[in-house]
Each structure stands twice: as C-alpha cells, then as structure tokens.
C-alpha cells in the first residue's frame, strides 16, 4: 500500500512538471505564433522571404505549421489534464479502500474486546460456581 502511495505522490508531482514544461513551451512558442512576419497578410519582402524560408525548411507553411503546433500543445495539455484526473480518482479509490480497512480494523478489535468480556464473565461465574460448590 506505501508504494502505491509513494507512486501517486512521483505521478502528483510528475503533472505538476509536465504542466511547468507546457507553459515553458508555450512561453518559447507564443512569439512565433503572434510573429507579424509569418502572417501571410504581410506583404513586406522580408516578411514573405522569411516565409518561403520557413516554407523550405519545414515543408509547411507559417500558418499551417503555427495550427500544427496549437493543435498539439492543446493535445498535450488535454492529456495532462486528463491523467491528472485518472491520479485523482485513483487517489479517491484508495482512500475510501483505506478508510475500509480502517472500519474493518475498528470492527475486529470491538469483537475481540466483546469476546474477552465475554470470556471474563465466564471465568468468573465458573469461579463464584466452584467456590458455591466447596
């Protein structure tokens, strides 16, 4: 039960950190994509030379390239978010199985105490009986 408690904690923090390294890539991408020279409405030569350079090495153009790259970090960011979900729900599971075990726990040690009552109580009727009987 502590390992899965320790791995749910290494996956807590391993979304928190997958979360830190989306924003740090989104940071790195958010000035390519409001970049003005990739815009195909700008007509600047260097502008559109810089978009047939960006053509050329990535096989793609700006604006195709910039929705490839939201699509994918909206991707990723969905499935951080969704196994952040699934660690949660994990976590739930395992603290209702632990509070079961803890009911189950309370509920042995009320009958072992009931039964050592109980056992108490016929020792001592059997020794009133046998001093009754001397």
Request: net charge negative; charged share 35%; hydrophobic share 30%.
């Amino acid at each position: 039960m502590n390992n899965l408690e320790k791995q749910l904690n290494n996956e807590i923090l391993h979304e928190k950190d997958s979360k830190s390294a989306l924003s740090v890539i989104n940071v790195q991408f958010d000035k390519f994509i409001h970049s003005e020279i990739l815009k195909s409405s700008n007509y600047d030569f260097n502008a559109r030379e810089a978009r047939q350079d960006f053509k050329d090495y990535t096989q793609m153009d700006a604006q195709s390239f910039k929705d490839l790259i939201i699509q994918h970090m909206e991707s990723i960011e969905q499935c951080i978010v969704e196994r952040a979900r699934h660690e949660q729900e994990i976590h739930n599971r395992m603290k209702r199985l632990n509070e079961r075990k803890l009911q189950i726990q309370e509920c042995m040690v009320q009958k072992d105490k009931e039964s050592n009552a109980s056992l108490g109580e016929k020792d001592y009727s059997r020794i009133v009986s046998d001093k009754r009987d001397d």
